[in-house]
Each structure stands twice: as structure tokens, then as C-alpha cells.
């Protein structure tokens, strides 16, 4: 039974940090694409940024570059997401999902990904 389970969201104040984690439990990422996505109210669902899992490619949303970092512990089979200088537009309910193909440019499509997380919500003041 596959499972992505997040955690790490809360209330900050603009300009903080936070840390949200996924452990992938039940099967091993091997070589596919693992992202963050992130969804507000009334809007659509939309990547934030993705990894490849074998490796270290990455790809990030225009929106984060050079405020949010995704990382790896394939030890630990968890995704990570480092967000800094954290906004008040990006305050959203924030999922990790999973691929089991590296898309590259294509990270971006919410139907490629085999799995979803059930999100951990991010709330920016």
C-alpha cells in the first residue's frame, strides 16, 4: 500500500521559514519524479517544484526560484521542501506527489503523478 505523508506546514509570519517533509512509504521512488505542488482557494493546483529521484535534477516554479529548495533523503525515502522568505501569496495547501518516470520539463502536469500526498497546510501572514 503506497502512502505520502506530509508534514511540516503552520502559520508564519511573512518572511520566515518553514520545512515541510513527505515520507514515501510502501515502495521505493527508484527513478521517477517527485514534486511539490501547492493549491489556494479557489485556484488551481500548481507546481511549486520537482526532483528527479534518481539523481538531482530540479526543477521550480518561477514564483520560488531562489527562496525554496527541494531536497532528497533517498536513506530515508523523504522529500523534502526548504522555503524561505516565505510570502503571503504563498500560502496554500501543499501536497507532495509522485511519478514513476522522470518528466523533466514536463513536471509540471498534475496527471502525470501516480500518487498524492494529503497535503499540510502553509499559511503566510
Known amino acids: 500500500h503506497v502512502q505520502l505523508v506530509e508534514s511540516g506546514g503552520g502559520s508564519v509570519q511573512a518572511g520566515g521559514s518553514l520545512r515541510l517533509s513527505c515520507e514515501a512509504r510502501?515502495?521505493?521512488?527508484?527513478?521517477?519524479?517527485m514534486a511539490w505542488f501547492r493549491q489556494a482557494p479557489g485556484k488551481p493546483r500548481e507546481g511549486v517544484a520537482a526532483?528527479?529521484?534518481?539523481?538531482?535534477?530540479?526543477y521550480y516554479a518561477d514564483s520560488v526560484k531562489g527562496r525554496f529548495t527541494i531536497s532528497q533523503d533517498n536513506a530515508k525515502n523523504t522529500l523534502y521542501l526548504q522555503m524561505n522568505g516565505l510570502r503571503p501569496e504563498d500560502t496554500a495547501m501543499y501536497y507532495c506527489?509522485?511519478?514513476?518516470?522522470?518528466?523533466?520539463?514536463?513536471?509540471?502536469?498534475?496527471?502525470?503523478?501516480?500518487?498524492w500526498g494529503q497535503g499540510t497546510q502553509v499559511t503566510v501572514s
Open positions: 506527489a509522485w511519478a514513476a518516470s522522470w518528466y523533466g520539463c514536463s513536471w509540471r502536469d498534475v496527471f502525470r503523478y501516480n500518487y
Open positions: 526532483i528527479y529521484t534518481g539523481g538531482s535534477s530540479t
Open positions: 510502501g515502495y521505493s521512488r527508484r527513478s521517477g519524479t
